[in-house]
């Protein structure tokens, strides 16, 4: 089976670049395609508090056979939970619903400007690192001021930043801000959440030049320009497809066309909520 390459955090710890994905999976559904996932050759899941399906994801791992140390889990601190005692007491909670003793990767799931919690919350996740019971810390839905807050006041750098990326928008700002930091990138809706993108020419048009679907070129795509990619899928055929990605290379031709549908400058784009201006519970 194809093995999933990795890529290095700042704080020495890998990642499996390739992840499964499990959004708006409900929780007695999330076990059996993850199962699937593992099966396909998925080591890596993301999920997160609000997503209500941790304990699915936990007994999945439990019936899998595989050893805690043969994946990569990652979950995520809800905006209700933000706040120093609040996220250590939310954290224990995902633990118990994963039934997990160390998490891989714990991330502030988002921003939340105006509610303005995000550096005590960081100081949390610092915390917990330091106590050994997550490997590495990072965020999800920041803007390059909060990361750089987290920075200036904490001095500990975030291992990863999620966010939203796709073709369509391809956050060439804050790629670049994590690269010149040493923050990898994680890409969320990787696939466009499998809306016009994959019909898109220039999409379809490389998939049948190399024989490959259109969810498996962009896959390539964000292999090919360095980003941590977790598609999710809940049909097994797909789930498949998704991982067989890992098995073809896009060249230097089909990188530019996929790097030129970007939409940002037209103010285009985007599907899920700007993290500079979303506060939500
Ligand atoms: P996605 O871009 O992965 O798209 C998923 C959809 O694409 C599927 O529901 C299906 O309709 C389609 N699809 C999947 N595989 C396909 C294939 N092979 N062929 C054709 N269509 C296919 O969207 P997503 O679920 O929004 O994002 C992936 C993951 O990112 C989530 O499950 C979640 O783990 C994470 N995420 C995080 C945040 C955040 O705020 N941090 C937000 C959204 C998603």
Do not use: C
């Amino acid at each position: 089976m194809t093995s999933t390459p990795t890529l290095t955090f700042n704080d020495g710890h890998t990642i499996p670049q390739l992840g499964y994905g499990v959004w708006q999976v409900e929780d007695d559904v999330a076990e059996k395609v993850v199962r699937q996932a593992f099966e396909a050759g998925f080591r890596h899941v993301d999920t997160a508090k609000i997503y209500g399906n941790e304990a699915g994801v936990g007994r999945a791992i439990a019936s899998s056979g595989l050893r805690p140390e043969e994946l990569f889990i990652t979950t995520k601190l809800w905006n209700a939970d933000q706040g120093y005692e609040s996220t250590l007491a939310a954290f224990e909670e995902s633990m118990d619903r994963l039934g997990l003793d160390t998490l891989d990767l714990y991330l502030i799931h988002w921003m939340q400007p105006k509610q303005d919690k995000f550096v005590d919350t960081w100081k949390a996740l610092i915390e917990l690192q330091k106590r050994g019971r997550v490997r590495s810390i990072g965020v999800s839905n920041f803007t390059v001021e909060g990361l750089q807050r987290l920075i200036d006041e904490t001095g500990v750098v975030p291992a990863i930043h999620q966010i939203e990326l796709h073709p369509y928008f391809s956050q060439r700002e804050l790629r670049a801000f994590g690269a010149a930091q040493g923050i990898l990138t994680q890409a969320w809706s990787p696939l466009g959440q499998g809306g016009e993108l994959l019909g898109d020419p220039a999409v379809t048009g490389i998939a049948a030049k190399h024989q490959a679907t259109p969810a498996q070129v962009v896959i390539a795509w964000h292999l090919a320009i360095g980003n941590v990619v977790i598609p999710k899928s809940v049909t097994e055929t797909r789930i498949h497809e998704n991982f067989a990605a890992l098995d073809f290379a896009l060249d230097s031709e089909d990188l530019e066309a996929l790097n030129g549908l970007d939409k940002s400058a037209q103010g285009e784009g985007r599907i899920g909520p700007d993290p500079a201006v979303s506060d939500f519970a």
